[in-house]
């Protein structure tokens, strides 16, 4: 039955026969290992090409999702770390196995005539790893992605004459954005594949369609079934070892959501190209060197490999070939050890990588809750721990410590927990602390009042319970329905306030400022986002410090921070946030 | 003396190329699109006031404009940063600044450790608190924008942000 439908199956598409040509062709004996490494390397593609599959079933190639994706792959889906890993290890494995390859034909001599259409193939087939690996590292659109392509097509960029055009060409504009993901993963997806399926096919027909033997001299037998154990057992192993890689680091890390902004990310390239990247470093003012000369002359020594062995007597074409080859693999080997060994003794590197590690934890942390329908980047862009902290650091610490952190020499209250009972408790108890009033002495006046006052600690306690119930009022509500309010008129701290504090404080009236002892900021919703942004944008308004001289006063940030930095920033002195993990979220690592 | 055969071999050869080169055309249009769109044209945009910078101590500003990136357009976002230098009193210019991207390979440049001049955290690039470059590894010093004072007494700092080619020695806009 099953040999009538084969001889079927033969007559109308003589497909068995091929298969048997193919499983049956002459194999050296004396060669086993050195040929397996061959299926071990269309195996690590294979693999690729069926977990890629299964991640575009997933991922969304667009700049405001793909990140949101490839987390919900990494962290939510059953199995999707495994399946990405495997993805990403599997290329190193191609990369690795490409290249050994590569150096096992070197020593064979098998870019001599009859095979040079085999050495082509094969240089050809790990140029198209390395391509995908640069496009497909873009993909995720994380920090480490994103960076990676902007140094990656810059280099390009350096190309004489057109450099320029085709940079602008792979990003799909002049900045990176909508069209440089679209485009990379055009190429990741679609093009680099069906030209490697077109490689294996050409491979395939070199086999099956062979004309003559390798070596007459050599003995052979049929490759199946001993030579195809020996390629299935080192396929194995190389598959083993991929899973063990990807179980052991729990797949691969996923970086914070690409950040145009970020101004210290250290980009690195995949490990591949830290040669290359260490060699942009070295040649500092000639990167050319690095990004045409050196990947220019490799590439066309392969490929022009076959026609100068061919040109030369055998021996000294070997032994060019060997040299070419080594010192390929020894500068590769080295320049990865010492760019490796460079990050790992720079202290800046560490710094910077530990941020952007703590970025990149907390984007993971906020992710599980969802990722807002406007894309990636507001994970973090609207946390107020990420994000405020980082608007402080840039725009306040200048001058206000923040919970002792400073930046130079501090010039007002350090906000830590600004807007709470805390913050209020802590001034009342010493208003000359370096953490209150006593960097600025021109705001004397809690100063002034504390020397006369004689509240016991109770009673000042019961007063900033009051001030910090101020950060609560509903905008809406006027300050005179606030003081009708049983809720206020009851409370504890009422009287105290309004003996001690309204001396100075107006409490939404600042017309009435003229009568008080003291100019002083209004403190009606004082610590609430509206009292607090508005001190933000505009600190000259009547209700704040309008009352101080030009060259006393906290300068207006209305232009330079948008709505969300402003929020954002309220919240973060508040402490108002999703609390970060004590210990750190099981993440990958970043190597 | 032609015959049938050369005709249809003729024929053949024209009909498929000439379908090749047509249906070629459009796609590489299409590829090269990115090549036909401007850049956007920018304005002066108000970062700070004199006052706010101390002599020496740079510090950076977010631009923060709209963006159209292919089809979508984004709110007002921070879509690069520069540094400002306050000069010391007397100097010509009171206030020089900087775009933050490199002109090595366009990554974001920092201040540096001991705060004194500014570095690259990708290749290393050094520069001085001048702009100038410090090592070998940027082809040009740090590219200066144009800033702009108002009359106040503690003028307004406003800065034309733009982009420059990377990888040059010159400095070219970049459209």
């Known amino acids: 039955m099953l040999n009538n439908i084969i001889a079927w199956l033969d007559d109308r598409t003589a497909l068995p026969t091929i298969t048997r040509r193919f499983l049956d062709r002459p194999v050296p004996v004396n060669k086993r290992w050195g040929h397996a490494l061959g299926f071990a390397l269309l195996t690590t593609l294979i693999v690729d090409l069926i977990t890629g599959l299964l991640l575009m079933t997933t991922y969304s190639p667009s700049s405001t999702m793909a990140w949101g994706s490839v987390y919900y792959i990494t962290y939510q889906m059953d199995a999707g770390w495994f399946v990405r890993g495997l993805h990403r290890y599997a290329s190193y494995g191609a990369v690795i196995l490409g290249g050994l390859y590569l150096f096992r034909l070197v020593l064979v001599g098998a870019y001599r005539a009859p095979k040079e259409m085999h050495w082509w193939l094969a240089s050809a087939v790990l140029l198209l790893i390395l391509v995908a690996g640069v496009s497909g590292n873009v993909l995720p659109w994380d920090q480490r992605g994103y960076w990676a392509a902007i140094v990656e097509t810059n280099m390009a960029g350096g190309t004489p004459i057109i450099g320029p055009m085709l940079k602008k060409v792979i990003l799909g504009g002049s900045q990176a954005g909508s069209q440089t993901l679209t485009r990379f993963y055009g190429l990741h997806v679609a093009l680099i594949p069906s030209l490697m399926l077109f490689c294996g096919w050409v491979f395939a027909m070199l086999f099956v369609f062979r004309r003559r033997a390798d070596d007459e001299t050599v003995l052979t037998e049929p490759y199946w079934p001993h030579q195809s154990c020996c390629d299935i057992a080192l396929a194995s192993l190389t598959v083993a070892l991929i899973c063990a890689l990807t179980v052991a680091t729990h797949g691969y890390s996923l970086d914070a959501p690409a950040d145009p902004s970020s101004d210290d990310y250290p980009a690195r390239p995949e490990w591949y190209f830290l040669p290359l990247n260490l060699l942009v470093h070295e040649m500092a003012g000639r990167e050319y060197i690095a990004t045409m000369v050196v990947p220019g002359v490799a590439t066309t020594g392969l490929f022009l490999l076959p026609l100068v062995a061919k040109l030369l007597p055998r021996k000294l074409g070997s032994a060019l070939a060997f040299l070419f080859i080594s010192t390929l693999a020894i500068a590769a080997l080295s320049l990865t050890g010492t760019a490796i060994y460079r990050d790992f003794e720079s202290t800046s590197y560490r710094i910077a990588r530990e941020k952007a590690d703590t970025a990149r934890d907390r984007a993971i942390q906020l992710a599980r809750d969802g990722i807002p329908p406007e894309g990636d980047s507001y994970v973090l862009s609207r946390d107020p721990l990420h994000h405020g902290g980082k608007m402080f650091e840039k725009k306040c610490l200048g001058c206000h410590p923040f919970g002792g952190q400073v930046q130079g020499e501090p010039s007002a209250p350090d906000l830590k927990d600004f807007g709470t009972r805390t913050w209020i408790r802590g001034l009342l108890e010493k208003p000359t602390s370096d953490a209150y009033f006593g960097k600025v002495p021109i705001l004397d006046g809690m100063k002034t009042w504390k020397e006369s006052s004689k509240l016991s600690p109770a009673e000042l306690d019961a007063i900033a319970d009051f001030v910090a119930t101020f950060a609560t009022i509903d905008p809406e509500v006027s300050p005179a329905d606030w003081y009708a309010a049983p809720t206020t008129k009851n409370h504890p701290g009422y009287t105290l306030f309004q003996k001690n504090c309204v001396d100075c404080h107006t409490m939404g009236d600042p017309s009435q400022a003229e009568k008080k002892t003291q100019p002083s900021p209004d403190l009606f919703g004082w610590g609430s986002p509206r009292w607090t942004s508005r001190m933000i944008k505009n600190p000259s308004r009547s209700t704040h410090y309008g009352h101080l001289e030009a060259d006393q006063k906290m300068p207006a940030f209305a232009d330079q921070l948008t709505e969300n930095d402003i929020s954002a920033l309220v919240r973060y002195i508040r402490g108002d946030y999703t609390p970060p993990p004590p210990p750190a979220p099981v993440a990958p690592t970043s190597k | ?175």
Not at chain 2, 137 to 159: K, T
């Open chain 2, 1 to 175: 003396m032609p015959t049938r055969r050369g005709f249809y071999r003729f024929l053949s050869m024209l009909g498929g190329n000439t379908v090749a080169i047509a249906m070629a055309v459009p796609g590489v249009r299409f590829l090269l699109d990115p090549l036909t769109k401007k850049g956007q044209e920018r304005n002066l945009l108000s970062l700070a006031r004199l006052s706010q910078l101390q002599p020496g101590k740079p510090q950076a500003f977010s631009i923060i404009e709209e963006k159209q990136d292919a089809w979508v357009k984004y709110p007002k976002e921070p879509v690069g940063s520069v540094w400002l230098v306050r000069q010391p009193d007397g100097a010509k210019e009171k206030v020089l600044a900087f775009s933050a991207e490199c002109p090595h390979l366009s990554c974001s440049v920092t201040l540096s450790n001991d705060r004194q001049g500014f570095q690259c955290p990708c290749h290393g690039a050094m520069f001085g608190l001048d702009g100038a470059k410090k090592n070998a590894v940027s082809p040009r010093g740090m590219d200066g924008l144009e800033v702009d004072l108002s009359d106040d007494p503690d003028p307004v700092i406003s800065v034309r942000f733009a982009r420059f080619q990377p990888q040059s020695a010159e400095k070219k806009s970049l459209a």
